[in-house]
């Protein structure tokens, strides 16, 4: 059981490059969240999403793209990167019921030049 | 919406001193959910404790307490006879709403504790 993993765990990119994360749980979560956190903040919302085949927009949607194509994923898509998404990019996963804990992947560290 | 205050940016404490990392919140549910995370030097997020608008017992484990009041909307997070592997940065963290909310979070800025030997 590996619970929450993400790929890379580290990317450098040219400004305008386009890129894809991967979030990937093992735990049959219905419930999953990409988010980033940039020095001196904490996590903000970029995208989510309620089950397979659903997605919808956090607090930061801008310039990011997602899928959840299968249950167990959540890609997380930068088409044309810029500066102002370094960061670096948590993804979450909890189980359907209200009482229930986000588990957090170890986090992407992102670069863009 | 909701919203969470970390008042406190940096703390710095010599070991064994006792530490408490303040928490405020702000929300229109009557149901909803408190957090602390601990993000050591390392960047993972560790899961600390969760609790829920309902129950405002104050929980202890080990040296770390918990002091929930509804009254004035704070969680606060007591670390008692610290140590220096309890330097990392500590997230409140608020959800809400969960049938409609799907569960989404919104995070403090986070606590810097710094504890000296």
């Known amino acids: 059981n590996a619970g929450v993993t993400q790929t890379p765990k580290f990317r450098v990119l040219k400004t305008g490059q386009s890129m894809t994360l991967l979030c990937a749980q093992d735990?049959?979560?219905?419930?999953m969240y990409w988010y980033r956190q940039d020095p001196g903040m904490g996590l903000r919302l970029i995208h989510y999403s309620v089950g397979e085949g659903t997605t919808a927009k956090g607090e930061v949607p801008d310039g990011y793209n997602v899928s959840r194509l299968k249950k167990q994923n959540f890609l997380l898509g930068l088409e044309s990167a810029a500066p102002s998404q370094t960061s670096v990019y948590f993804c979450?996963?909890?189980?359907?019921?209200?009482?229930?804990?986000?588990?957090f992947g170890p986090g992407t560290r992102l670069t863009v030049l | 919406a909701q919203k969470v205050t970390q008042a406190q940016t940096e703390i710095s404490v010599v070991e064994k001193e006792d530490v408490t990392l303040d928490c405020v919140y702000e929300?229109?549910?009557?149901?909803?959910?408190l957090f602390w995370y601990k993000q050591p030097p390392s960047g993972e997020l560790v899961f600390l404790i969760r609790r829920n608008s309902f129950d405002e017992q104050n929980e202890i484990s080990g040296r770390y307490s918990w002091n929930f009041q509804k009254s004035t909307s704070s969680f606060n997070f007591t670390i008692t006879a610290s140590q220096v592997v309890d330097s990392a940065v500590y997230f409140c963290?608020?959800?809400?709403?969960?049938?409609?909310?799907?569960?989404?979070?919104?995070f403090g800025d986070g606590t810097t504790l710094t504890v000296k030997p």
């Open positions: 735990m049959n979560h219905e419930y």
């Open positions: 929300t229109r549910d009557t149901t909803y959910y």
């Open positions: 963290a608020l959800s809400e709403g969960f049938n409609t909310n799907a569960g989404k979070s919104t």
């Open positions: 979450a996963s909890r189980l359907e019921t209200s009482t229930d804990t986000q588990y």
